[in-house]
């Protein structure tokens, strides 16, 4: 079954924890993302990834890093969490042809930073 | 930059009312178009989508969506709805050149029984 995989679903941490929130996929999909969703914006991209060592940053980068060392996972790192980051965060993945661009996203990982 | 906006943001309508959610982006390059929705407590699950041709296209449940080059628009429509159909609709465009896929805010709709 296609899955895109995140771990974990929920968390709650204090400011200045270091956290990773996983993501895998099963699908051998080039390109992989993180978003963040907040009320009344959306979706909101954070990193994204054309392949494997391809990374690169989204619309609101600032406080996340990312890897990308194998093509199916995509881990999104929070070195010092603050309360701003407290989010719904979905990793998704597609296949990079032109004329395909349907991500498939995970069940979503909340996340409160205290 | 892409922009994607949805001018609803909040949609309450009785069961068996039609749905019409407004779509409009502002590149004027070549894209692709989706609908995604998204269920209370679950994730973003496509609805329709649009790469070519006729710019009718029809999803899944009863959903449709036209695109207007012309407007810009990609707006989503369902003649019918029920209450099953409460969730949030976000309307995303992907840039063929790019690839880079721009979400609008979303539109939380409500279907009362």
């Known amino acids: 079954e296609a899955q895109v995989t995140q771990n974990p679903r929920y968390l709650i941490t204090v400011t200045g924890k270091k956290l990773t929130v996983t993501c895998s996929q099963n699908?051998?999909?080039?390109?992989m993302s993180w978003y963040r969703q907040d009320p009344g914006l959306g979706l909101r991209q954070i990193y994204y990834s054309m392949n494997v060592e391809v990374t690169d940053k989204g619309d609101v980068p600032e406080g996340y890093k990312v890897s990308r060392k194998e093509k199916r996972n995509f881990p999104l790192i929070l070195e010092s969490p603050s309360p701003n980051q407290t989010s719904l965060y979905f990793c998704?993945?597609?296949?990079?042809?032109?004329?395909?661009?349907?991500?498939?996203f995970g069940e979503g990982s909340r996340l409160t930073v205290l | 930059a892409q922009s994607v906006s949805q001018h609803n943001h909040h949609v309450i309508l009785s069961e068996a009312a039609s749905l019409e959610l407004g779509c409009n982006y502002s590149?004027?390059?070549?894209?692709?178009l989706f609908w995604y929705v998204q269920y209370p407590g679950q994730h973003l699950q496509l609805l329709l989508k649009?790469?070519?041709?006729?710019?009718l296209v029809k999803g899944i449940k009863g959903f449709e969506a036209e695109f207007i080059k012309s407007k810009f628009s990609f707006n989503l429509r369902k003649p019918s709805v029920q209450w099953s159909d409460t969730a949030e609709y976000f309307c995303?465009?992907?840039?063929?050149?790019?690839?880079?896929?721009?979400f609008g805010g979303g539109t939380r709709l409500m279907v009362k029984p």
């Open positions: 998704a993945s597609h296949d990079t042809g032109l004329n395909t661009g349907e991500l498939f």
């Open positions: 995303a465009v992907n840039e063929q050149v790019t690839r880079m896929l721009t």
């Open positions: 590149y004027g390059g070549t894209v692709n």
């Open positions: 649009y790469f070519s041709g006729d710019p």
């Open positions: 699908m051998n999909h080039e390109y």
